[in-house]
């Protein structure tokens, strides 16, 4: 099984880092909690509307445009087309991929998937906000944007699931962290000690490269 005795609780209003190597469990606990995948053992509680950030592109019909895509995964998440078509204009603008909107989004970058799909899930307003490794891609301005928006989803007493490889994301926006091993949480606490566990299990166990030279 990907994940082994995993029991956790996580509070509204909290933003909580799960980290660990890959294969670890990490997507497929995001994956639990969203309802992707359900568990063989076990239940899930969630309580009040989710918004998933897990795979890039999921939710989205590649022959349709960016701007009908906005619509589609509106429905998907419950709302009517006219809540959606209210929202629109602030999704495009945060989105920011200019006429690619009007475009099939079979023709975006991994960036502009990003961009809209972020955009979509935060703009939407959920109580629960799961992203796994989607805030890598993109450029750092976006990015910079895209943490401002979840410090003010934290402001505003919002829950979010954050799976990261990023050290830097959880010590500066997590105010919990969960070190996960093999399916098993081996660390469930303050993000500081969680982040010196993680590199010391990578420091361990990855094979260290050394460039050297001489003259």
């Known amino acids: ?3 082994k005795n995993v029991t956790l609780s996580v509070p509204q209003g909290e933003m909580v880092g799960i980290i660990g190597r890959n294969g670890s469990g990490k997507s497929t606990l995001l994956k639990i909690v969203a309802g992707v995948y359900r568990p063989t053992q ?18 989205f019909h590649h022959e ?3 701007r009908e895509n906005i619509l589609l995964n509106g429905l998907l998440l419950g709302y009517s087309k006219r809540e959606m078509l209210a929202r629109q204009d602030s999704i495009i603008e945060f989105a920011g991929i ?6 099939p989004v079979k023709q975006y970058s991994s ?23 989607i805030l890598a891609v993109g450029d750092l301005a976006f990015q910079a944007k895209c943490f401002d928006r979840l410090k003010h989803f934290r402001a505003a007493g919002k829950t979010i699931l954050l ?3 990023t050290m830097e994301q959880v010590a500066k926006l997590c105010d919990r962290a969960i070190f996960l ?6 660390f469930d606490g303050d993000p500081a000690p969680a982040i010196q566990l993680y590199r010391s299990k990578i420091s361990d166990r990855e094979p260290v490269l050394v460039e050297a030279g001489s003259r």
């Open 111 to 133: 960036g502009m998937y990003t961009r809209l799909a972020f955009a979509v899930a935060t703009e939407v307003d959920p109580d629960i906000l799961v992203i796994d490794e």
């Open 98 to 103: 200019g006429d690619f909107i009007d475009a």
């Open 1 to 3: 099984d990907a994940l």
């Open 64 to 66: 349709l445009t960016g």
């Open 42 to 59: 076990g239940k899930v509680e969630v309580n009040g509307s989710i918004a998933p950030l897990i795979e890039l592109g999921a939710g």
């Open 163 to 165: 799976v990261t490889h």
């Open 181 to 186: 091993e093999k399916g098993q949480i081996l």
